[in-house]
């Protein structure tokens, strides 16, 4: 069993995925769910015409879950490539809510307009990133 789980090398694409869904689960059950803010509330007002708020809460909770549950995963790129679309998706989503909202009903909605649409590129970028080779395949520099 130990040398099982010594052979598993540490993967920084599989720590994001468990690290950021973590976050986003906990967003979801928490912030959304739990006590919602107004700015939040505000901000997503074209997106609650259709969708309740809890609701929305429950997607990032499941989400998050999903992209737990796929960092755990070992040498699996497709369910990876899930997990990254999980975080993608809600970030996304925030992002072009606010975005419309900042440009048409709550101007102070840019800020979070930015930051996530910020954070929805970043996790793009980071599930194209390849994990670096183990210490043992890298080349020596001399």
């Not at 969708?51 to 796929?70: D, E, F, H, K």
């Not at 679309?85 to 606010?98: I, R, S």
């Amino acid at each position: 069993m130990w040398a099982a789980a010594r052979r598993l090398t540490f993967s920084h694409r599989r720590a994001f995925l468990v690290t950021v869904g973590a976050g986003w689960a906990l967003y979801g059950g928490l912030g959304i769910v739990g006590n919602p803010r107004y700015g939040t509330s505000r901000g997503l007002a074209d997106v609650t015409r259709y969708i309740p708020l809890n609701t929305l809460g429950w997607l990032w909770v499941a989400c998050g879950t999903a992209a737990v549950l796929a960092g755990l995963v070992v040498n699996c790129p497709r369910v990876q490539a899930l997990g990254f679309t999980a975080l993608g998706a809600p970030a996304g989503l925030w992002a072009g809510a606010f975005t419309a909202a900042a440009a048409s009903t709550y101007p102070a909605a840019v800020g979070s307009a930015c930051g996530w649409g910020a954070f929805a590129i970043g996790v793009v970028l980071v599930s194209g990133m390849d994990d670096p080779l183990p210490w043992n395949l890298r080349k020596d520099r001399r």
